[in-house]
């Protein structure tokens, strides 16, 4: 399989591509907690094209998307500035999603994914991500130097999450 991770604007194509990743991982990671109906509803009424295209364009926003031979199958969004509540004062903090599909979750696609993502990332003093606690992803990160910061609340139904961080240059 051919697995390629790059950086792509909010154009109609990288939205597209990107919407079909959300509507399927929104779906695998919260059907065992929230009804079919209330994901689709949720997907129907808060998934807009046009937001999304607004917020990628803005420059401090960056998008990674991830495709094996061809097909999106991850991505993650960059947030330069992005705070939490437990940023020390003065660091400079970027936020970012980190997602990929389970039925193309593979050691090649996470690290294709990580390695453009931290290349991103290199400016920044603190990376953070909030991610549900059943997400499999949450312990790619923690292997790749993510530390558990404080429980929160995580995704459009709230569920139990973790923000994990990941600190990029001491001072």
Request: net charge negative; proline share 5%.
């Amino acid at each position: 399989m051919d697995i390629i991770s790059k950086f792509t604007v909010g154009s109609e194509e990288g939205i597209s591509d990107l919407i079909t990743i959300i509507d399927s991982s929104i779906y695998a990671l919260h059907k065992d907690f929230v009804t079919e109906e209330d994901i689709k509803k949720y997907i129907h009424n808060e998934i807009d094209p046009r937001k999304m295209i607004n917020d990628l364009n803005d420059l401090s926003n960056q998008l990674i998307m991830t495709y094996a031979d061809q097909k999106p199958v991850g991505y993650s969004i960059i947030k330069s500035g992005s705070l939490h509540p437990g940023i020390p004062e003065g660091k400079r903090a970027t936020e970012i999603s980190f997602v990929i599909l389970s039925e193309f979750d593979s050691p090649e696609t996470r690290q294709s994914l990580w390695k453009k993502c931290r290349s991103a990332v290199s400016f920044t003093d603190i990376v953070w991500t909030n991610m549900l606690d059943h997400d499999p992803l949450s312990e790619f990160l923690q292997e790749n130097g993510f530390i558990s910061a404080v429980d929160s609340k995580a995704g459009p139904f709230l569920l139990p999450s973790h923000i994990l961080e990941l600190e990029i240059n001491k001072s």
